[in-house]
C-alpha cells in the first residue's frame, strides 16, 4: 500500500486525471518559494519535474512550471515561474500540487495506491455484497478500508488473509472475513 494522494476526477470537462502529490502549506523565504506538505511516498518523484498543477478549493487547475525544488524538513520547497516574492506565491498556500495520473509511480505487483481502492465495490467470496470503500485507514501494522453501504460502516484490515483478490481495473475488491468482522 503506497500513497499519492486522491485522484481528482476527469470529470465531464473532459481534464485529465490527476493524483496529488502535494500540499501548499506556507510561503518561504523572499524569492517566491513555497513549503509543501508531502502526500507521496515518493519524495523523489520531484527530481527533474518540470510542472506541476496546482488546483484550488474550487478545483480549478493551473498548470505551474518548476525553476526550482529541494527536500528540506520533510517537506519540499517549490519555486515556481512567474512567483518571484512571498505576495505572488501567497496565492498558492492552500492548493493541492498534482501531477496526470498516467505519471503515478509505478508499485510493484500486489500493492495499491489508496485512490486506486477508493469506490471498489466489496463484496464476499460468496458473492454478498458488502459496500463500497470510503477510505483507507493508516493507523497501526495493515491499513483498514472502510466501507460503507447505507449508514452501515464496516473496518476490514487489508490483508492478504482476508482481502483475496483485489481488481481495480474492475472496482472490486473480495473478501474472506474472520468470523464476526462484519457483524462489529
Known sequence: MSDEANTRDAG????EELIAV???VKT???RGEVAAHLLTDFPERFEG????VAIDERGARQTLAIEKSWLHGGRVILKFEGYDSPETAQVLVGRELA???TDAVELDE???YDWQLIDCRVET???REIGRVAEVLHTGAAPVLVVREGTREHLIPLAAS??????TEAKLIRVDPPEGLLEL
Open 12 to 15: 465531464d470537462g473532459g481534464e
Open 49 to 52: 519535474l518540470a510542472e506541476l
Open 110 to 112: 500486489g500493492e495499491f
Open 162 to 167: 482476508i482481502c483475496v483478490e483485489i481488481d
Open 28 to 30: 518561504r523565504g523572499v
Open 99 to 101: 501531477v496526470p495520473v
Open 125 to 127: 467470496i460468496d458473492k
Open 22 to 24: 502535494a500540499r501548499v
